[in-house]
């Protein structure tokens, strides 16, 4: 398997870019004290580097969230698997988030929280597929932008596999599994 997959981005240009990122919310949010809402599962190894290159006082939080549909597919309908453990009215909330694709998940994410009353409401992703967007989102942090491919690794999953890979790979349609309709 591991033969098939093609480095898209490396380790070490992740932790260069994670890095940058970090400065840029430190300088952003000098001053403040921003809770950082990881979500759950794919964004876990990108926000635990994160914070290790944000040089101001942070909280963390999670959200969990499955998409239903196919596989490497988001229809959009998206369900809350663990919620964050406390209230955010009032606070200065930073979404971290895997990858945005077509936009559905944190579309209905930031409608949900929004409804919460934060007193700013920003996201950051490490990665986003522009060509795929099906409904417009502000993106305030990206990382990468990347083409129209199913990527895995560093967080990224397929069925579950290949989080623990250290840079981000394509995996190619071959891998993937079909099965019959119905
Ligand atoms: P969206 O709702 O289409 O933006 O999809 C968002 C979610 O789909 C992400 O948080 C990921 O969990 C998953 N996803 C989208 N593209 C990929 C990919 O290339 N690899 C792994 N997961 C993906």
């Avoid at 069925?159 to 599994?177: D, G, K, M, V």
């Amino acid at each position: 398997m591991s033969n098939e997959w093609e480095v898209l981005i490396s380790a070490e240009a992740l932790q260069r870019r994670v890095r940058e990122l970090g400065e840029a919310i430190s300088r952003d949010y000098a001053g403040r004290e921003p809770l950082l809402v990881g979500i759950l599962r794919g964004a876990w190894v990108f926000l635990a580097d994160l914070v290790r290159c944000i040089s101001i006082p942070i909280r963390c939080d999670f959200m969990g969230v499955s998409s239903y549909g196919p596989q490497t597919e988001s229809q959009g309908l998206v369900r809350i698997t663990s919620d964050l453990s406390e209230p955010v009215t009032g606070q200065d909330l930073l979404v971290v988030e895997d990858i945005v694709d077509t936009g559905l998940t944190i579309d209905y994410l930031l409608r949900n929280l929004s409804a919460r009353r934060p007193r700013t409401l920003k996201i950051c992703t490490l990665l986003n597929k522009p060509d795929r967007r099906r409904v417009e989102i502000p993106l305030d942090y990206v990382g990468f932008n990347i083409p129209s491919c199913f990527v895995i690794g560093y967080g990224l999953d397929y069925n579950q596999h290949h989080r623990e890979l250290p840079f981000i790979a394509t995996l190619p349609p071959s891998a993937l599994s079909v099965s019959p309709p119905g």
